[in-house]
């Protein structure tokens, strides 16, 4: 077999592997639409769905993982070439923990369909398009191998988690003003949660394009907006009898 021959080989294993790597992002995309459809319209059947799909995610994540292995033992890659296979298992690896919280928040989602809803549940579907544009700019980026439109949306995970805190301290709020209020609240602070968790993840894989096109880490910091857990919210004072 010819060096050319060989090198023409590799280079289409690297381009499967990038395709299932593209693939499998569309059907972790698909699962959070429709989780976030489930929470909307208080359909549990799509829910059960999104459930269900998780299976293809991790399907595909398996897959991913035994290609890697194999051309990692047989190719013994150098430079870029072991760098897109080392991004393709990192980027799998946030691809099915996204698959994973999808699937939670449509398990959530059955459970607030059984109650009232509530008021605050009015800002999920923000937080839930938020999430599917910078997945959607993630994937973009990592087909075309766009460093700019990766770090784009990297940037706007802050935007998120400053959309999360103020989900966070309303919902508060509302469960204090009325105890019925506790349990539809807390299936929406999880789910929530769940959706900036995502953003996370599809951070991280920006990170991961960044460095797959230009073989450095990006060093420039993260900010962090999630500032849920140092949030205190101070119910009104009781009216004494007297007034």
Known sequence: MSNEHIVKSFAQELQRLANLITQMGGVAEAQVEAAVQAVVRRDTTIATQVMQSDLRVDTYEREIDAETLRLLALRQPMASDLREIVSALKIAADLERIGDYAANIAKRSIALAQVQAVRPAAAIPRMGRMVQEIMKEVLDAFIERDVDKAVAARR?????????????????????????????????LFIAKNL???????????????????GQPLTAERQKGDESSYAVVIPEPMATSGE
């Open 156 to 188: 706007r995970d802050e935007e998120l988690d400053d959309l999360y805190t103020s989900l966070f301290r309303e919902v508060l709020t509302y469960m204090m003003e009325d105890p019925r209020n506790i349990t539809p609240c807390t299936h929406l």
């Open 196 to 214: 900036e968790r995502i953003g996370d993840h599809a951070t991280n894989i920006a990170e991961t394009i960044h460095f797959l096109v230009v």
